[in-house]
């Protein structure tokens, strides 16, 4: 009896130690950065009752037929971002400053062309990248600035996927609407 004892306490003790060996300083993965070159895959909306994607091609070709978005079809297909390590920005004819909150939850752009933009990152990964922009709550008379670049700019990135997908009637349904970007190495 005491053999056994000795036995299961001689067998208790190796597998304490086996798993009190493990590497517990293991790092977290390191968040991947937002520097580089990024072109844009998807603009997309969401709003009360739905959501919409749209491709740079499903753009071009809406563009044809809508002069409206062929202005903005223009500055969407033919520019990439740049956001370089000193942390300035270009995309097309804009340039600027770009910054991550503390807590790299949000972007912020600043320029003299668009002002400051803050965009919430929803998904960064070596490969790409979502950002969401400011939520528009169409019910409650709240009016979009449409005399400042940098508030039509946010509503156009919104409403452009409901007009290309949607219909008037979905559109007029809407009563919140947020417009995100999904970019892409």
Known sequence: MRNLHLIVCFFTGIVL???????ENVTPAETPSIVGKWTLQTLGATTNTKSYEVT??????????????????????????????????????DQGKWSLSKDKTKLILSSSNIG?????????????????????????????????????????ISILPVTIK??????????????????KR
């Not at 130690?17 to 590497?23: D, Y």
């Not at 219909?167 to 970007?181: D, I, V």
């Open 17 to 23: 130690l086996t798993t009190c060996g493990k590497n």
């Open 56 to 93: 740079p091609t499903e753009i071009s070709t809406a563009a044809q037929t809508n002069a409206q978005i062929a202005n903005l079809s223009l500055i969407l297909s033919t520019a990439t971002y740049e956001f370089k390590s000193d942390s300035t920005y270009s995309f097309g004819t």
């Open 166 to 183: 949607g219909s008037e009637a979905e559109f007029n349904a809407a009563t919140s609407m947020q417009g995100y970007t999904i970019l």
């Open 116 to 156: 400051q933009q803050e965009w919430n990152i929803e998904n960064l990964s070596a490969t790409g990248v979502k950002v969401v922009g400011k939520k528009y709550l169409l019910d409650d008379g709240e009016a979009v600035n449409l005399s400042s670049f940098q508030e039509l700019m946010l509503f156009s």
